[in-house]
């Protein structure tokens, strides 16, 4: 998809610092990490949010949980929290799915 930061970082045009990667979808860290450990975990479909997404990616989605607590215990993560963000008022600023893995601190609740 041009012009769509998530889609060059798969492609291997952006840089990231990636921690797992197969053929369906890549982790990397969040260049503004909002904990000690922010990972992203997104699907290499672009798919521009999750209000799009369709019965056919539901083996992704499921797919991207179970990548979070296999990350989560690699890290040896006590606990942590993952993420979506659906549109500009969620706090949506990349039009490509992507869940955030945040861990390494207590985290509150509710969320901003
Ligand atoms: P959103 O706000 O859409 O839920 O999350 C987008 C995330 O992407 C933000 O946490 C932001 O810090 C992260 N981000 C933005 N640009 C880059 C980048 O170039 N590289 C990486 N690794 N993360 C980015
Ligand atoms: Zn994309």
Redesign the pocket.
């Known amino acids: 998809m041009p012009n769509c ?1 998530f889609c060059r ?1 798969i492609e291997g045009e ?1 840089q ?2 990636q921690v797992f990667a197969n053929d369906r979808l890549v982790a ?5 990490p ?1 904990a000690p450990v ?1 990972i ?1 975990i997104v699907p290499k479909k672009h798919v521009a949010a999750l209000s799009l997404a369709e019965v056919e990616d539901r083996d992704i989605l499921g797919e991207i949980q179970l990548t979070a607590k296999n990350i989560a215990a690699s890290m040896k993560l006590e606990g942590f929290r993952l993420v ?2 659906n549109g500009r008022i969620a ?4 039009d490509h799915i ?1 869940y ?1 893995l945040l861990g390494g601190r207590r985290l509150t609740w509710p969320p901003g």
């Not at 706090?91 to 990349?94: I, M």
């Open positions: 930061l970082i952006t990231s610092q990397f860290k969040d260049i503004n909002q922010h992203l979506l963000n706090g949506q600023s990349v992507h955030h």
